[in-house]
């Protein structure tokens, strides 16, 4: 287990590992509250029988958009949490580049979300639990921080890492 961590460290032996101390208290007070709010965009998701993960995008400290997946209730293979909560940033924010804007997400972005947020030119991806099986943001492959694309993204995983993942394990049990 993780635990909060940057995800910088991953894939890189020689990259540093922040620690708790190395971040600002402020910081870390409005990670967890926004993975909070996140969370229970994610129960939304499992109300409807999807898979609970819930997104919101937050420029200069306030929420802009927020999404949760859909692809069960609305038969969408793109309804990721992710993708609509981009979609809805863009349409409040009148335009696609969101560079100014953090992404929160309850679960470590899949390839297609983090090609949308590359595309999006987002500028930090803050997630709870790590995806050993589909993670595109430093578990199964880093899309996000590929050098050979033109954007990457700062990207802090495992925050409110155990609540994310017991939220999804209660939900794969039931």
């Given amino acids: 287990m993780r635990g909060d961590m940057r995800a910088d460290s991953r894939g890189s032996a020689d990259a ?10 402020d910081m870390r007070a409005a990670e967890k509250l926004f993975m909070r709010e ?18 919101l995008v937050v420029v200069d400290g306030a929420v802009v ?5 859909t692809r069960e209730c609305e038969h969408d293979p793109a309804g990721h949490a992710e993708i ?15 560079d100014d804007a953090d992404i929160y997400v309850t679960l470590e972005p899949c390839t297609m979300c983090a090609g949308a947020m590359v595309g999006a030119r ?5 997630f709870g639990a790590w995806d050993e099986k589909a993670g595109a943001a430093g578990s199964l492959r880093d ?8 954007h ?3 990207v802090i995983g ?5 609540e994310t993942s017991a939220q999804l394990r209660k939900f794969f049990r039931g």
């Fill in 16 to 25: 540093p590992e922040d620690t708790p101390e190395d971040r600002c208290g």
């Fill in 38 to 55: 996140a969370m229970e965009l994610a129960a939304r998701a499992a109300a409807g029988g999807d898979v609970p993960v819930g997104a």
């Fill in 65 to 69: 958009a927020r999404g949760w997946n």
């Fill in 84 to 98: 609509m909560a981009l979609r809805a940033a863009g349409a409040a924010l009148g335009r696609w580049r969101l």
């Fill in 122 to 126: 987002i500028r930090r991806l803050i």
């Fill in 143 to 150: 899309v996000v921080r590929d050098p050979r694309l033109n």
């Fill in 152 to 154: 990457r993204i700062e």
């Fill in 158 to 162: 495992g925050v409110l890492e155990e």
